[in-house]
Structure formats: C-alpha cells, structure tokens
C-alpha cells in the first residue's frame, strides 16, 4: 500500500520560533491535507492541497503541495503555546478510491 | 449541529467480550469511516462505507465488522475483543465527490482489551 513518511516525529520550540515539517510518499498523490490533533480529541483539518505547486495558507500557517506530487510541507510561523499537539499528514493517491493514508504525526511542543 | 458523535468515550474489555462503538454523524456525509490510533503508528483504516448498504475493507480490517443501514450512524463491532485490539478508534465522515478528503473526526473512544 502508499506509505507516508513524516519528519520530524517531534519537536521542541520556543515561542514565537517559525516551525518547518514534512511528508514524502513513496508513490504519486493527488491530493495532500494536514490535520492538528488536541490531546484527547479528534484530528482537526487544518489544510488541504489539490494541484501540485499549490500553496495555500490558513492564518500562521502554510502548506504546499510538492510540485514532483510525492512531498507536501507545513510551515508554522511565530509559534504560540496554543500550536502544541500532533500534526499529521494525509494523502491520497491514484486508484486508492476514498482511503485516505496518514503520516504517523510530527508532536510539537511549545515552550512559552 | 452535533458533528460526528461517538460512545463510549472509554471502555474496558476482558479478552473474547464483545462490543460495539457506536458512531453518528447528522450532517448526511455519504461516507463514513473508522480508524484506529496506536502510539507510533498514526491513523489506520480499519473499514469504510460510501453510503447505505455499502462496507469495504481498509488496511486493518481483521477483528472487526462493520454494517450501515441507515447514512447517520456506521458502528463498528468487536466480535471477541482481544489485547492487539487496545487503541484509540476515531469515526470520520465526509462528502464524497472532488472535496471527499475533508474527514471531520469524532473525538473518539479509548478502549483497553485486559
């Protein structure tokens, strides 16, 4: 099956630090989303990408999907306690019908 | 509107009970769907639904069955609950269509198989 790989798994930052992190795919996606994760909660959509080289922003944040298809990257500028949580990655490939494939989460940690 | 509703919120099981996590959306999403969250290991399809009537497998479907009889509700069920099976289960819905990404999630259910 399509396989995600997410980096960093975690990260330690100060508040107000710009945050960077990544998906790759083994195989070609047509549509890339991120989703937050609040502890004890269910994931949050948060972005979501449909043409290669797109970039779209949601406030802070900014996501774009990668122009070879197989990468998307979210960029969180001047963090605030608040961003602390889980973010993943998702995508969905060519002949994979309405499943979606998850990264395994990148845990962000803010230190005020 | 309530969004995506599951039950329970926590359960404790004895391996080879069974039970069922209830999941109910009321924003007539035509597809439906349950993951599972296991530390390390993201979010795994365990099965999905694209309407009334119709059920297909994801990726970790072995130990779980699944029906949707009516567009709202899409339980899952446990038929003899073992420890592999401890996890944190989330229901999703959506549109289907071009936007069919769009899951909204339920604030899922955390179950511990003893």
């Known amino acids: 099956g399509q396989q995600l790989n997410q980096s960093p798994q975690s990260m330690f930052i100060q508040e107000g630090e710009d945050v960077s992190m990544n998906c790759t795919s083994s195989?070609?996606?047509?549509?890339w989303l991120w989703y937050k994760q609040d502890p004890g909660e269910g994931p949050v959509l948060l972005i979501a990408?449909?043409?290669?080289?797109e970039l779209t922003s949601n406030g802070r944040l900014t996501a774009q999907f990668g122009i070879t298809r197989k990468d998307s990257f979210l960029n969180i500028s001047a963090s605030i306690p608040s961003d602390v949580g889980i973010y993943f990655c998702?995508?969905?490939?060519?002949?994979?019908?309405?499943?979606?494939?998850f990264g395994k989460g990148t845990l962000l940690t803010v230190n005020p | 509107n309530a969004g995506v509703t599951q039950t329970p919120k926590f359960q404790v099981l004895k391996t080879g009970q069974s039970m069922t996590l209830q999941c109910a959306q009321d924003?007539?999403?035509?597809?439906m769907s349950w993951y599972r969250q296991d530390p390390g290991m993201g979010l795994r399809l365990i099965h999905y639904?694209?309407?009334?009537?119709?059920?297909d497998q994801g990726e970790v479907p072995n130990g779980y069955n699944v029906s949707r009889s009516t567009t709202e509700d899409f339980p899952l069920r446990l038929l003899s609950a073992a420890p592999s099976q401890t996890s944190v289960y989330f229901c999703?819905?959506?549109?289907?269509?071009?936007?069919?990404?769009?899951?909204?999630f339920g604030s899922g259910t955390q179950l511990s198989v003893l």
């Open positions: 924003m007539n999403h035509e597809y």
């Open positions: 195989s070609i996606f047509n549509t």
């Open positions: 990408l449909y043409k290669a080289g």
């Open positions: 998702a995508g969905r490939g060519r002949g994979s019908n309405y499943k979606l494939t």
């Open positions: 639904s694209v309407g009334a009537g119709i059920t």
């Open positions: 999703a819905s959506s549109y289907l269509g071009t936007a069919n990404e769009k899951l909204f």
